[in-house]
C-alpha cells in the first residue's frame, strides 16, 4: 500500500528555519516524481517544490527560490524540505505528493499533479 507520512512541522519565529521529512512505504520513491505543495486558510493548494527523474529536473515556487531546498534521500526511502528564513507567509498546511514521472518538476508543481498524498504538516511562522 502506498503512504506518504510527513513530519516535521511546528510553530517558528520569522526568520527561523524548519526542516519537513517525508516518509514513503509501499513504492520506491527514486521511481517517482515528488514534490511538497503547501495550502494556507483560505487559499487553494499550491506547489512548493518538486522533483522529477523523466528530465532530472526540479521546480520552486518564485515565493520560496533561493529560501527552500528539496532534497531526496534514495536509502532512506525519503523527501525532505529544508525551509530557511521563513516568513509569516510560509504559514500553511505542507503536503508532500507523488505521481509516476510522467511530467517535469514544474508541470507537477504548478499543475498540482500529484496521485498520492500524505496527510499533511502544519507549519506556522509567527512571533
Known amino acids: 500500500q502506498f503512504e506518504l507520512v510527513e513530519s516535521g512541522g511546528g510553530l517558528v519565529q520569522p526568520g527561523g528555519s524548519l526542516r519537513l521529512s517525508c516518509a514513503a512505504s509501499?513504492?520506491?520513491?527514486?521511481?517517482?516524481?515528488i514534490g511538497w505543495f503547501r495550502q494556507a486558510p483560505g487559499k487553494g493548494r499550491e506547489g512548493v517544490s518538486c522533483m522529477s527523474p523523466l528530465d532530472g529536473s526540479t521546480y520552486y515556487a518564485d515565493s520560496v527560490k533561493g529560501r527552500f531546498t528539496i532534497s531526496r534521500d534514495n536509502v532512506k526511502n525519503t523527501v525532505d524540505l529544508q525551509m530557511n528564513s521563513l516568513e509569516p507567509e510560509d504559514t500553511a498546511e505542507y503536503y508532500c505528493?507523488?505521481?509516476?514521472?510522467?511530467?517535469?518538476?514544474?508541470?507537477?508543481?504548478?499543475?498540482?499533479?500529484?496521485?498520492?498524498w500524505g496527510q499533511g504538516t502544519q507549519v506556522t511562522v509567527s512571533s
Open positions: 505528493g507523488a505521481i509516476p514521472p510522467l511530467r517535469n518538476a514544474q508541470t507537477m508543481c504548478v499543475g498540482v499533479l500529484v496521485g498520492y
Open positions: 509501499g513504492v520506491t520513491l527514486a521511481s517517482y516524481a
